[in-house]
């Protein structure tokens, strides 16, 4: 079946730290790839996205690249921000034809200044 | 359009009682998808429609779970003689058709919690 792995939380951080949080998936087929996030209080936003192999998906600092040979999306931001405390969401899309997400059980960053 | 609406955002409701939720996508999404997030969870797909017909519904949506969007519009979805397990919160979200092949991004609503006493 379709699943997605990541790692548990909270993972707190010092504003300007290096931040990784793994994804690991299990998948049929060519799924597609996501991060999404969750601010406190609001709805889930996506962040990122990656449709293939070798693809890097980057939006505001953070990046991911599909690795097919490990099947891993780990999400990298060079330099965290107070803002950026929030619950990220690695997430696959079985097949681009149909969107139904498979999510991750979130990882909660909270940043101190 | 600012996105994705619904209605309540809060429930709180006895055991045995019905409720309904409502959705509201963005306005040229023909696609809407609902969600089911427990706590400490990620979101848990349970249905979704194109247009106004029902493509897809996942095991977890039990029998007394029953979701319209009779117009293609908005949906709503009903849970029936409610049960404490149903507590979390209900995720509804739009997109595009992906056939059209462009952006088929699915964007989240804000979400509906409910809390079955």
């Known amino acids: 079946g379709n699943s997605v792995t990541q790692m548990e939380g909270p993972v707190t951080l010092s504003e300007e730290a290096f931040l990784t949080i793994n994804c690991t998936y299990t998948a049929t087929g060519y799924p597609s790839l996501f991060w999404y996030v969750q601010y406190p209080g609001e709805g889930l936003q996506l962040l990122l996205k990656a449709t293939k192999a070798d693809d890097k998906g980057s939006n505001k600092g953070f990046e991911a690249t599909y690795r097919k040979e490990t099947t891993s999306f780990h999400l990298e931001k060079g330099s965290v921000q107070v803002s950026d405390s929030a619950v990220y969401f690695c997430a696959l899309s079985p097949y681009s034809g149909f969107q139904k997400l498979v999510f991750g059980t979130g990882t909660r960053l909270l940043v101190s200044p | ?117």
């Open chain 2, 1 to 117: 359009d600012t996105g994705v609406s619904q209605n309540p955002r809060h429930k709180i409701t006895k055991r045995g009682q019905n409720v309904t939720f409502r959705c509201d996508p963005i306005s040229e999404h023909n696609r809407l998808y609902w969600y089911r997030q427990t706590l400490g969870q990620g979101p848990e797909f349970l249905t979704y429609f194109q247009n106004e017909a029902q493509l897809e519904k996942s095991r977890l949506l039990s029998d007394r779970f029953s979701a319209e969007r009779p117009k293609g519009s908005f949906s709503t979805l009903e849970i029936q003689r409610t049960e404490q397990g149903d507590s979390a919160m209900y995720l509804c979200a739009s997109s595009l058709d992906p056939s059209y092949g462009i952006n088929n991004e699915q964007f989240f609503g804000p979400g509906t919690r409910l809390t079955v006493l």
